[in-house]
């Protein structure tokens, strides 16, 4: 089993800043990507960012400048710094990996729990 364990969301103020994490754990070869989607009810979840081993990121366009996203291919951990948050950043975030289980040969899409990120006006 593989499980996806977040942490970080909370309550800001706009303007602020909150880091978002997302460890991995289980039976690991490795995981392909990491990386953040946020989601607010009734709508689609959408890409924040993602990170592909080996260095090339994506960011979403309303978060760029403002979020970094880095990840830790020996912790198999995925961070997301978020700044100078707005009040339409509200949503909760989802931790997404791309990994390879023990055993097998291919990439399993895995999902966290979601951390709930509120910013106040």
């Known amino acids: 089993q593989v499980q996806l364990v977040e942490s970080g969301g909370g309550l800001v103020q706009a303007g602020g800043s909150l880091r978002l994490s997302c460890a991995a754990s289980?039976?690991?070869?490795?995981?392909?990507?990491m990386g953040w989607y946020r989601q607010v009810a009734g709508d689609q979840r959408e890409l924040v960012a993602n990170?592909?081993?080996?260095?090339?990121?994506m960011y979403a366009d309303a978060v760029k400048g403002r979020f970094t996203v880095s990840m830790d291919t020996a912790k198999i951990t995925v961070y997301l710094q978020m700044n100078n948050l707005k009040p339409e950043d509200t949503a909760v975030y989802y931790c997404?990996?791309?990994?390879?289980?023990?055993?097998?040969?291919?990439?399993?899409?895995?999902w966290g729990q979601g951390t709930q990120v509120t910013v106040s006006s």
């Open positions: 997404n990996a791309h990994i390879q289980r023990a055993g097998t040969w291919y990439d399993t899409d895995y």
């Open positions: 289980g039976s690991i070869i490795r995981a392909s990507s």
């Open positions: 990170v592909i081993k080996g260095g090339s990121i």
